[in-house]
Nanobody, 123 residues
Framework: QVQLVESGGGLVQAGGSLRLACAASGITFSGYTVGWFRQAPGKERECVAAINPSGTNTYYLDSVKGRFTISRDSAKNTVYLQMDSLKPEDTAVYYC????????????????WGQGTQVTVSP
């Protein structure tokens, strides 16, 4: 049974940093594309970053390019999202998701999801 658990969310002032972690159990994470998605109240879920199994291909939402970095540690079966220069508009629940079929940033392509972690950025 695949289980994804996010951690690292919290409250931070604008300009600050947070590092989210997504730990997997039940699968060997290195064989999966992993995406970080976020959903703010009243808005659709969007992919902010994704990384392919080998780590050689990444995707970033335009609004987070240069501020967010996705990475993976196969030894720890964990994928990270380093978030720097945070803005109030980054406030959302952040989810990690995994799928083994192909590289994608579309939520419909991901079958395994974590429970989410809240990120709140104050002005």
């Amino acid at each position: 049974q695949v289980q994804l658990v996010e951690s690292g969310g919290g409250l931070v002032q604008a300009g600050g940093s947070l590092r989210l972690a997504c730990a997997a159990s039940g699968i060997t994470f290195s064989g999966y594309t992993v995406g970080w998605f976020r959903q703010a109240p009243g808005k659709e879920r969007e992919c902010v970053a994704a990384i392919n199994p080998s780590g050689t291909n990444t995707y970033y939402l335009d609004s987070v390019k240069g501020r967010f970095t996705i990475s993976r540690d196969s030894a720890k079966n964990t994928v990270y999202l380093q978030m720097d220069s945070l803005k109030p508009e980054d406030t959302a629940v952040y989810y990690c998701a995994a799928q083994a079929i192909f590289f994608s940033s579309k939520s419909k392509d991901f079958g395994s999801w974590g429970q989410g972690t809240q990120v709140t950025v104050s002005p």
